[in-house]
């Protein structure tokens, strides 16, 4: 069923103005329309009163290189020798001038070919769009339940001129609160990722004073943007989404260094694995499953391949919560990416732990999403095996690989209706601080993949 988008009232289209005519227009805006409908003809309208969501967008040309197979650098808005590379080759390949610099020919064919790919399926929804800032999904999806502040930094490619400033305000009209409209204020400061940085100093004060102040930083997080660590440094949660991660292992490090940090962080799809998770506590809730927990030496974890970091983040949360330390970590690059990675439990027992990236006829909106999950033992007479998959299909290769230890337990993962990071983002504003599972499920996968790069060396 498909829902329908609510109406949208508009207080105050896009409208462009300096940066310090920002709280002046705001006032105005809420001035002209006289917050209780004097007129009787509109509604009371609710100001921001929730929070304040500040989102980086990475800039557009790296994520189109990225998503048509140019590049494999860090989205991190610099147009730098490694984009340089990537935009001739690019360039080369589309029999554009090669210039190495972002022209106008070269955006409008990068997003005309990411279209084409998107639509024959050879990427996905997240990678091809993930840099739209255009889109007011997000912002929609938050305002549906909280009347809050957005502000939007959109770096974007080019000469500096400056930053410029654009002011908005929309309240979508929902039947059951008819009454009241419940708005939104968005901010849009769009320059080049240098301007951005440059005016750093004034962006906390538009964040609204005494109430939680978040920032969504969709670009590749890292621990050395001094825009990154000004921010994180005033706001009361950051938040990313590593399903986008362009360097998985390498990214999943920089979150834990954030961790040591002090950063107080959140991460979307670390919330796309709550289910199997759930599923997987409550398969050892009876007390004879609950003792059976020390006979598990195996785990097997399919997940579609692409990217790895939900079955680190679940193998990470796993081993935390049974105080497994990683001794071991290999990889074996082919059809299926495969993972291996060696525990030693508390009472110095070997677990082996095998994730594989299997390959997808047509892949989902998420990249590397868990397809299936098998718990088992080397010890035939222990009662541990469990067998939880996404759907029916799900575990048909675990199934045919059978093992020393037949299945005690089947459970299935009813998928979300919502796992978009629009309707994640929307859950996550509603708590804020440290994420003590999170941030132990990070540090133990920091210790695989040091194993991992330590071997590389």
């Not at 502000?151 to 908005?168: H, N, R, W, Y």
């Not at 195996?298 to 105080?323: C, H, M, T």
């Not at 010890?379 to 996404?390: E, F, Q, V």
């Amino acid at each position: 069923m498909v829902s329908q988008a609510p109406t949208i009232y508009s207080l105050q289209a896009p409208k462009d103005i300096s940066l310090t005519e920002i709280e002046a227009e705001l006032g105005q805006i809420w001035q002209s329309y006289g917050m209780a409908g004097e007129d009787g003809a509109l509604p009371a309208a609710t100001r921001a009163t929730t929070f304040t969501l500040v989102v980086y967008e990475p800039e557009e040309t790296q994520l189109l290189l990225a998503a048509l197979g140019f590049y494999s650098g860090p989205i991190d808005g610099i147009l730098g020798p490694q984009t340089e590379v990537a935009l001739r080759a690019a360039q080369k390949a589309f029999k554009i001038p090669e210039t190495g610099t972002v022209t106008p020919d070269t955006l409008t064919i990068l997003r005309g070919e990411a279209a084409k790919s998107r639509a024959s399926g050879t990427i996905s929804e997240a990678a091809s769009s993930m840099g739209d800032s255009k889109s007011p999904r997000i912002a929609d999806e938050i305002a549906l339940r909280n009347p809050c502040r957005i502000v939007t930094l959109s770096p974007v490619a080019g000469a500096d001129e400056g930053v410029k400033a654009q002011v908005a305000a929309y309240c979508p009209i929902q039947k059951q609160s008819s009454g009241t409209l419940v708005c939104c204020e968005y901010l849009t400061l769009t320059g080049t990722a240098t301007a951005l940085e440059r005016i750093g100093g004034m962006i906390p004060a538009l964040l609204i004073g005494g109430l939680p102040k978040f920032l969504w930083w969709k670009a590749t997080p890292d621990p050395n943007n001094p825009l990154f660590k000004r921010l994180s440094a005033v706001c009361n949660n950051v938040i990313v989404d590593s399903c986008n991660f362009n360097e998985p292992e390498k990214d999943l490090l920089n979150l834990q260094e954030l961790v040591e940090n002090g950063v107080p962080l959140a991460d979307l799809n670390w919330r796309r694995i709550s289910g199997w998770q759930e599923l997987a506590a409550q398969a050892y809730d009876a007390p004879n499953r609950r003792a059976a927990l020390g006979d598990i030496d195996r785990v097997n974890i399919d997940y579609e391949k692409g990217s790895p970091v939900q079955a680190l983040l679940f193998i990470g949360w796993f081993a935390s919560r049974l105080g497994w330390k990683p001794v071991g970590y290999q990889q074996e690059k082919g059809d299926y990416d495969i993972t291996k990675i060696k525990f030693l439990s508390n009472d110095q027992r070997p677990i082996e732990a095998e994730l594989a990236g299997v390959p997808m006829g047509e892949g989902g909106q998420i990249p590397g999403d868990l397809i299936a999950l098998r718990l088992s033992s080397t010890n035939i007479n222990a009662d541990c095996g469990t067998l939880i998959c996404s759907e029916t299909g799900g575990c048909m290769r675990m199934e045919t690989q059978g093992g020393a230890q037949s299945t005690g337990l089947f459970q299935q993962v009813t998928s979300l209706s919502e796992q978009k990071a629009e309707a994640l983002l929307s859950q996550q504003v509603q708590r804020w601080g440290h994420e003590a599972l999170l941030e132990e499920s990070l540090a133990t996968c920091a210790q695989i993949l040091k194993l991992g790069f330590s071997t590389e060396e």
